[in-house]
């Protein structure tokens, strides 16, 4: 995967098979301190001790189509590849599980963050039972989006993934992440 925004999607979906009902999404550009953390936290099923020692083994996978899964590998060989850059994850079978990642913002090496906002579009509009809350801070300035307040205030008759709704969302986000990039 060329950017980090592709991976975020990856494990997403994972947490959405994992059956999340509720997905945090926190990205985090400390351009000042030059950091950018990634965090991605859900409700899922969560996993046990055993599994979650070998997650970031390619060739450790729950899939049945296929016998590896590289998408944990590879987020975590970015962000460490990123000098001073660290993986985590954590899990609780029952629970949920967290993973988070940090990168030098400046390293060469540090893929670039990518399209946030249709990342999060495409996940929104693709996962409609799921509630996410996306946060997105830029030094000082946070853009926040919680799926719960926006369903809220559509009612039960509009998806989030109807076409107009689709639309709306995806130029709130691209403005509020304009915003908070100025």
């Given amino acids: 995967m060329l950017e980090l925004s592709l991976h975020i999607l990856d494990i997403v979906n994972n947490s959405v098979k994992a059956g999340a009902s509720l997905i945090q999404v926190t990205v985090d550009e400390a351009i000042r301190n030059n950091l950018l953390k990634i ?32 998408g944990l590998s590879l987020f975590k060989a970015a962000a460490e590849s990123s000098a001073g850059g660290f993986f985590t994850i954590e899990s609780q079978l029952g629970v949920g599980t967290t993973v988070r990642a940090e990168f030098q913002y400046d390293h060469i090496d540090r893929q670039p963050l990518g399209d946030m906002a249709e990342t999060m579009l495409t996940l929104i509009s693709g996962n409609t039972t799921v509630d996410f809350v996306y946060t997105h801070t830029v030094n000082d300035k946070t853009f926040s989006l919680d799926t719960r307040e926006i369903k809220q205030i559509l009612g039960e008759e509009i998806s989030l993934g109807s076409p107009e709704i689709v639309l709306w969302l995806r130029e709130y986000i691209k403005e509020g992440l304009k915003e908070i990039s100025l």
Avoid: W
């Avoid at 965090?39 to 996978?61: K, R, W, Y």
């Fill in 39 to 70: 965090s991605i936290e859900d409700n899922g099923c969560g996993m046990d001790e055993d599994f979650l020692a070998h997650v970031t083994d390619p060739f450790q996978t729950t899939r049945t189509t296929r016998k590896v899964g590289m």
